[in-house]
């Protein structure tokens, strides 16, 4: 009987301890786990980023068959649709075709539904219209209706893109737009590390989805399109860019769900704000700036104010880790997204017993900005 006992012991000893070591197992997992949620208001840059990970980290072992067609179709349907909002555009604006053998491939190409296909003969005439005087003079005025940013290189590679033996490039991948609904998360893996970079659509029709990615939550990358101080909104063209961004970047910072995480700023597209700083003042956006007019760097510093200075308002202290990108360059987003990694690591760092040494005073860390 005792030796039944003792052995029924043991089994149930031999049980608990084998709970209790898949628990630990699970546990020191958890403790290497970083879930980083992507937030940024519409055309930000967030699926940019999101295509750059996956290239730089080989998310997926790379691009399927399926995902190659999808970005080819997309890609030709961003081409037909950006030259359409430059001919409403130009009926808008009252600024007519100049070359009066495009009118009629002009309203052609305005009455094509969302099902057309760009074929050859249309990708030549869109090439045509784009370098129409009349084209390029409603695009100039691109600061006063909502259009692409990368509606340029759509139209500059409109024969290119709509050729029959077209071969999609990295480049294209990363200038297609495809508008992201709903939530998609990428996961990269780098023992004994992984990080879950969470995107969902930044439009305001999407926004409600955002409150579902909010539990454990280890940082924030917020996405600014810098060029947006001199753009409008695709719900509402009344509506500045830039401005909407701090709006919802105030409204993340005031959450008192995200009082200790971690959050960081990228401010995207600086390769487009430089070229349009050139021409539009920052005072289009905000009439308070007195930098000089036509200089970059002074521009990018006063937006960068801006952001400490919600942060300084409504969590004291705190810091906001900001840099400034072009998400569409490689070595840009590798290097802004191994300081997001580094700065983590630091933060959340544990011994070798599990506990995390910095979790206690993250605080304090983050409010010093001390590493």
């Not at 940019?48 to 995902?67: A, F, L, P, S, W």
């Not at 030709?76 to 950006?82: G, K, Q």
């Not at 340029?152 to 737009?177: N, P, Q, V």
Request: proline share 3%.
């Amino acid at each position: 009987m005792g030796c039944i006992q003792s052995r029924i012991g043991s089994e149930v000893n031999g049980t608990k301890n084998e709970v209790d070591q898949m628990l630990e197992e699970a546990k020191e997992e958890e403790q290497y786990h970083n879930k980083i949620l992507l937030l940024g208001a519409g055309e930000s840059g967030k699926s940019t980023v999101v295509k750059q990970i996956k290239m730089i980290y080989k998310v997926g072992g790379g691009m399927t068959d399926r995902e190659r067609n999808d970005y080819t179709s997309a890609i030709r349907r961003n081409t037909i649709e950006v030259m359409q909002v430059l001919l409403e555009a130009g009926k808008t604006l009252n600024i007519p075709i100049a070359d009066p053998d495009l009118v009629a491939d002009a309203k052609e190409i305005y009455a094509l539904g969302s099902d057309a296909e760009l074929t050859e003969p249309l990708g030549q005439k869109i090439s045509a219209l784009w370098h129409d005087e009349g084209v390029q003079a409603v695009y100039a005025r691109r600061d006063e209706f909502w259009l692409l940013d990368a509606t340029k290189y759509f139209l500059d590679e409109a024969i290119r893109i709509s050729s029959d033996g077209f071969e999609l490039t990295e480049e294209d991948m990363i200038m297609t737009r495809i508008r992201t609904t709903g939530i998609v998360i990428t996961t990269i893996s780098e023992n004994p590390y992984t990080y879950d970079v969470v995107d969902v659509g930044g439009q305001r029709s999407e926004r409600r989805k955002w409150i579902h990615c909010f539990d454990d939550v280890r940082a924030i990358i917020f996405l600014e399109g810098l060029s947006g101080y001199n753009q409008v909104l695709f719900e509402d063209s009344s509506v500045n860019r830039m401005q909407e961004s701090l709006q919802l970047f105030e409204e993340i910072v005031k959450n008192p769900l995200f009082k200790n995480t971690p959050i960081f700023v990228f401010l995207n597209k600086k390769d487009l704000f430089e070229e349009m700083i050139l021409k539009h003042s920052l005072k289009v956006c905000f009439p308070e700036y007195d930098g000089p007019d036509g200089e970059a760097r002074p521009a990018v510093q006063f937006i960068e104010s801006k952001y400490h200075q919600i942060m300084a308002q409504h969590q004291p202290g705190k810091t906001v880790y900001v840099q400034v990108i072009a998400a569409r360059v490689r070595m840009d987003m590798k290097i802004a997204f191994n300081e997001v990694k580094d700065t983590l690591k630091k933060i959340y760092a544990f011994d070798k017993k599990g506990k995390n040494q910095s979790r206690k005073n993250i605080s304090r860390k983050l409010i010093s900005g001390k590493s």
